[in-house]
Protein backbone atom coordinates (compact mmCIF):
# COMPACT_ATOMS: atom_id res chain seq x y z
CA UNK A 1 0.00 0.00 0.00
CA UNK A 2 0.88 3.50 0.10
CA UNK A 3 1.63 5.66 3.07
CA UNK A 4 3.05 8.66 4.64
CA UNK A 5 4.33 8.56 8.12
CA UNK A 6 4.95 12.41 10.00
CA UNK A 7 4.92 12.67 13.67
CA UNK A 8 1.59 13.57 14.81
CA UNK A 9 2.94 16.84 17.46
CA UNK A 10 6.01 19.03 17.59
CA UNK A 11 6.69 21.91 19.89
CA UNK A 12 8.97 24.49 20.07
CA UNK A 13 9.93 28.12 21.23
CA UNK A 14 9.44 31.20 19.11
CA UNK A 15 12.83 31.84 17.35
CA UNK A 16 13.84 28.68 17.36
CA UNK A 17 14.33 26.09 14.51
CA UNK A 18 12.11 22.97 14.20
CA UNK A 19 12.07 20.02 11.31
CA UNK A 20 9.04 18.01 10.71
CA UNK A 21 10.39 14.91 8.87
CA UNK A 22 8.19 12.90 6.36
CA UNK A 23 8.59 9.39 5.20
CA UNK A 24 6.89 7.91 2.28
CA UNK A 25 5.79 4.65 0.89
CA UNK A 26 4.37 5.14 -2.68
CA UNK A 27 4.70 3.88 -6.12
CA UNK A 28 5.07 6.22 -9.14
CA UNK A 29 6.47 9.18 -7.12
CA UNK A 30 6.38 12.37 -8.21
CA UNK A 31 7.76 14.71 -5.79
CA UNK A 32 7.09 15.88 -2.29
CA UNK A 33 5.13 18.80 -0.69
CA UNK A 34 4.11 20.33 1.82
CA UNK A 35 0.83 22.13 3.11
CA UNK A 36 0.06 24.42 6.17
CA UNK A 37 -3.30 24.36 8.07
CA UNK A 38 -4.45 26.69 10.47
CA UNK A 39 -7.19 25.88 12.47
CA UNK A 40 -10.43 26.45 11.24
CA UNK A 41 -8.40 27.15 7.67
CA UNK A 42 -8.08 25.61 4.35
CA UNK A 43 -4.80 23.68 3.34
CA UNK A 44 -2.18 26.17 2.25
CA UNK A 45 0.53 25.21 -0.43
CA UNK A 46 3.76 25.83 1.05
CA UNK A 47 6.32 23.79 -0.88
CA UNK A 48 7.44 21.18 -3.32
CA UNK A 49 10.54 19.03 -3.89
CA UNK A 50 10.55 17.11 -7.31
CA UNK A 51 14.28 16.41 -6.83
CA UNK A 52 16.72 15.44 -4.28
CA UNK A 53 17.83 18.78 -2.32
CA UNK A 54 16.62 21.55 -0.73
CA UNK A 55 14.56 24.02 -1.65
CA UNK A 56 14.46 27.40 0.42
CA UNK A 57 11.53 30.12 0.76
CA UNK A 58 12.12 32.40 3.15
CA UNK A 59 11.84 31.03 6.57
CA UNK A 60 10.63 27.54 5.13
CA UNK A 61 12.78 24.93 3.72
CA UNK A 62 11.91 21.72 2.41
CA UNK A 63 14.39 18.49 1.73
CA UNK A 64 14.23 15.74 -0.44
CA UNK A 65 16.26 12.03 -0.54
CA UNK A 66 14.19 10.02 -3.40
CA UNK A 67 16.80 7.25 -2.19
CA UNK A 68 16.26 7.21 1.45
CA UNK A 69 12.47 7.66 0.74
CA UNK A 70 12.46 10.78 3.37
CA UNK A 71 12.34 14.32 3.15
CA UNK A 72 11.77 17.54 6.11
CA UNK A 73 10.35 20.70 5.80
CA UNK A 74 12.17 23.09 8.32
CA UNK A 75 11.13 25.94 9.76
CA UNK A 76 13.27 28.66 11.17
CA UNK A 77 13.23 31.78 13.37
CA UNK A 78 9.67 30.51 14.60
CA UNK A 79 7.07 32.82 15.17
CA UNK A 80 3.43 32.29 16.96
CA UNK A 81 1.78 32.71 13.47
CA UNK A 82 3.22 29.52 12.18
CA UNK A 83 1.13 27.27 14.90
CA UNK A 84 -0.63 25.63 12.76
CA UNK A 85 -0.70 21.76 11.42
CA UNK A 86 1.96 20.75 8.59
CA UNK A 87 1.19 17.59 5.53
CA UNK A 88 3.17 16.24 3.42
CA UNK A 89 1.65 14.99 0.50
CA UNK A 90 2.73 12.64 -2.38
CA UNK A 91 1.32 12.43 -5.88
CA UNK A 92 0.96 8.77 -6.95
CA UNK A 93 0.06 6.44 -9.27
CA UNK A 94 0.23 3.09 -8.13
CA UNK A 95 -3.41 2.57 -9.93
CA UNK A 96 -1.43 4.13 -13.19
CA UNK A 97 -3.32 7.24 -13.12
CA UNK A 98 -1.51 10.42 -12.53
CA UNK A 99 -3.49 12.49 -10.05
CA UNK A 100 -4.03 10.47 -7.27
CA UNK A 101 -2.73 12.66 -4.19
CA UNK A 102 -2.05 11.21 -0.85
CA UNK A 103 -1.50 13.09 2.34
CA UNK A 104 -0.23 12.11 5.24
CA UNK A 105 -2.00 12.77 8.36
CA UNK A 106 -0.60 16.07 9.45
CA UNK A 107 2.18 17.09 12.38
CA UNK A 108 0.39 20.00 14.52
CA UNK A 109 3.01 22.58 15.60
CA UNK A 110 2.56 24.32 18.53
CA UNK A 111 5.13 27.59 19.25
CA UNK A 112 5.71 28.70 22.91
CA UNK A 113 6.24 31.98 23.56
CA UNK B 1 -9.52 37.44 -6.89
CA UNK B 2 -8.52 33.83 -7.95
CA UNK B 3 -10.46 31.47 -6.31
CA UNK B 4 -12.35 28.07 -5.20
CA UNK B 5 -15.31 28.52 -3.69
CA UNK B 6 -17.90 25.51 -2.06
CA UNK B 7 -21.44 25.88 -1.29
CA UNK B 8 -23.00 25.26 1.48
CA UNK B 9 -20.12 25.94 3.99
CA UNK B 10 -22.01 24.05 6.54
CA UNK B 11 -24.88 21.80 6.27
CA UNK B 12 -27.17 19.47 8.39
CA UNK B 13 -28.53 16.57 6.65
CA UNK B 14 -30.51 13.37 7.28
CA UNK B 15 -29.43 9.70 6.85
CA UNK B 16 -30.55 8.87 3.10
CA UNK B 17 -31.16 12.65 1.38
CA UNK B 18 -29.47 13.07 -1.56
CA UNK B 19 -27.52 16.13 -1.44
CA UNK B 20 -24.82 17.81 -3.43
CA UNK B 21 -21.79 20.17 -2.96
CA UNK B 22 -20.53 22.73 -5.05
CA UNK B 23 -17.17 23.71 -6.03
CA UNK B 24 -16.16 26.39 -8.47
CA UNK B 25 -12.96 28.11 -9.26
CA UNK B 26 -12.26 30.95 -11.92
CA UNK B 27 -7.98 30.39 -12.21
CA UNK B 28 -8.84 28.18 -15.31
CA UNK B 29 -7.36 25.35 -13.62
CA UNK B 30 -7.70 21.58 -15.65
CA UNK B 31 -7.39 19.51 -12.56
CA UNK B 32 -9.99 19.95 -9.63
CA UNK B 33 -10.52 17.12 -6.62
CA UNK B 34 -12.33 16.62 -3.24
CA UNK B 35 -10.84 15.59 -0.19
CA UNK B 36 -12.40 14.78 2.78
CA UNK B 37 -10.93 15.58 6.50
CA UNK B 38 -11.06 14.05 9.54
CA UNK B 39 -9.73 14.41 12.77
CA UNK B 40 -6.10 11.70 12.70
CA UNK B 41 -6.69 10.70 9.62
CA UNK B 42 -5.34 13.99 7.64
CA UNK B 43 -6.88 14.87 4.02
CA UNK B 44 -8.04 11.94 1.90
CA UNK B 45 -8.80 12.11 -1.64
CA UNK B 46 -12.25 11.15 -2.87
CA UNK B 47 -12.64 11.89 -6.10
CA UNK B 48 -10.40 13.83 -8.90
CA UNK B 49 -10.64 15.19 -12.17
CA UNK B 50 -7.53 16.09 -14.56
CA UNK B 51 -9.99 17.92 -17.17
CA UNK B 52 -13.68 17.99 -18.22
CA UNK B 53 -15.23 14.79 -18.83
CA UNK B 54 -12.51 12.90 -17.17
CA UNK B 55 -12.33 11.75 -13.47
CA UNK B 56 -11.20 8.83 -11.26
CA UNK B 57 -11.42 7.48 -8.32
CA UNK B 58 -9.28 8.53 -5.16
CA UNK B 59 -8.62 6.90 -1.95
CA UNK B 60 -11.87 6.66 -0.73
CA UNK B 61 -14.86 6.69 -3.38
CA UNK B 62 -17.03 4.47 -2.10
CA UNK B 63 -20.58 6.69 -1.64
CA UNK B 64 -19.65 9.75 -3.35
CA UNK B 65 -20.05 10.95 -6.98
CA UNK B 66 -18.43 13.27 -8.94
CA UNK B 67 -19.19 15.08 -12.50
CA UNK B 68 -17.20 17.86 -14.61
CA UNK B 69 -19.38 18.65 -17.22
CA UNK B 70 -17.35 22.11 -17.28
CA UNK B 71 -13.91 23.07 -16.30
CA UNK B 72 -14.41 25.74 -13.34
CA UNK B 73 -17.37 23.23 -11.86
CA UNK B 74 -17.08 20.03 -10.11
CA UNK B 75 -19.58 18.74 -7.81
CA UNK B 76 -19.67 16.51 -5.08
CA UNK B 77 -23.14 14.57 -4.47
CA UNK B 78 -23.93 12.13 -2.09
CA UNK B 79 -26.79 10.07 -3.42
CA UNK B 80 -27.77 8.79 0.31
CA UNK B 81 -25.59 10.12 3.00
CA UNK B 82 -24.68 7.86 6.14
CA UNK B 83 -23.89 9.45 9.18
CA UNK B 84 -19.77 8.27 8.39
CA UNK B 85 -20.00 10.75 5.93
CA UNK B 86 -19.78 13.10 8.45
CA UNK B 87 -16.68 15.26 7.58
CA UNK B 88 -15.41 18.32 6.92
CA UNK B 89 -15.22 18.62 2.58
CA UNK B 90 -12.24 20.72 0.69
CA UNK B 91 -12.22 21.05 -2.67
CA UNK B 92 -9.26 22.00 -4.72
CA UNK B 93 -7.66 22.83 -7.99
CA UNK B 94 -4.27 23.39 -10.04
CA UNK B 95 -3.08 23.70 -13.41
CA UNK B 96 -2.34 20.06 -14.91
CA UNK B 97 0.92 20.20 -15.01
CA UNK B 98 1.79 21.76 -11.18
CA UNK B 99 -0.92 18.77 -8.99
CA UNK B 100 1.65 19.23 -6.43
CA UNK B 101 0.64 22.80 -5.87
CA UNK B 102 -3.47 22.37 -5.05
CA UNK B 103 -5.39 25.68 -4.17
CA UNK B 104 -8.12 24.74 -1.64
CA UNK B 105 -11.79 26.62 -1.27
CA UNK B 106 -12.67 27.31 2.03
CA UNK B 107 -14.28 23.47 3.06
CA UNK B 108 -17.99 22.21 3.64
CA UNK B 109 -18.61 20.64 6.93
CA UNK B 110 -21.44 18.48 6.75
CA UNK B 111 -23.21 16.26 9.27
CA UNK B 112 -25.09 13.54 8.83
CA UNK B 113 -27.80 12.10 11.68
Known amino acids: GQSLEQPSEVTAVEGAIVQINCTYQ??????LSWYQQHDGGAPTFLSY????GLEETGRFSSFLSRSDSYGYLLLQELQMKDSASYFCAVRASEKGSQGNLIFGKGTKLSVKP | EAQVTQNPRYLITVTGKKLTVTCSQN?????MSWYRQDPGLGLRQIYYSMNVEVTDKGDVPEGYKVSRKEKRNFPLILESPSPNQTSLYFCASSPWDRVYEQYFGPGTRLTVT
Open chain 2, 27 to 31: MNHEY
Open chain 1, 26 to 31: TSGFYG
Open chain 1, 49 to 52: NALD
